[in-house]
Each structure stands twice: as C-alpha cells, then as structure tokens.
C-alpha cells in the first residue's frame, strides 16, 4: 500500500512539473505573465525532476539555462536515490 502512494504521488508531480514547463513555454510565446523559475525548479525538488527535464526537452524550455541544464539532472539523480531507499526499507525490505 505505502509504494502505490509513494508512485501516485510522483506520478502527479511529474505531471504536473511537465505541464508546467510546457505553459510556461506557452506563455512565453505570447508574451504573456509566466511562470517563476523558483516555481519551476520548486516542482522538480518536491519530486517532479523527471517531469521538468521531459518538459525542458519537449518543449525546448530554459535547456541553456545552467540551473535547469545541470540542476534538474541532479535532481533527478537524487530523487532516483531517494525513490529507490524509501520503497527498499518501507514497502520491500
């Protein structure tokens, strides 16, 4: 039960950072109000990295940008780690 609700959860936030960096790329074609890089960044660190670094590559969003260039990957690998050693001694070991 305690994994199905760890993957729910970073299942939405995924989707939720991929979305977000897709309207924000939206927004930025239309000069119109966008998203903050701190929101960004923000959804990637609660668990969405995979979400923002899918988005940054569909999109073609802020992939210059050395914090998203280097910081989402980190991130991602982090979240991995920690992924991995939540399920491991709570829902497997």
């Known amino acids: 039960m ?3 609700v760890v993957l ?5 936030i ?3 950072a991929f979305l977000a960096f897709g309207e924000d790329k ?3 074609a239309k000069h119109l109000w966008r998203i903050s890089e701190a929101t960004l960044l923000s959804l990637a660190v609660i668990g969405g990295a995979a979400g ?3 988005g940054m590559h569909v999109f073609r969003h ?3 940008k050395p914090k998203f260039r280097f910081g989402i990957p980190a991130l991602l690998v982090l979240e991995l780690m920690l992924t991995y050693r939540l399920l ?5 070991g």
């Open 52 to 54: 923002a670094l899918a």
């Open 8 to 12: 729910c959860y970073l299942a939405g």
């Open 2 to 4: 305690g994994n199905m």
């Open 26 to 28: 939206r927004r930025a």
């Open 14 to 16: 995924n989707l939720v």
């Open 88 to 92: 491991w001694t709570f829902c497997i």
């Open 62 to 64: 802020k992939t210059r």
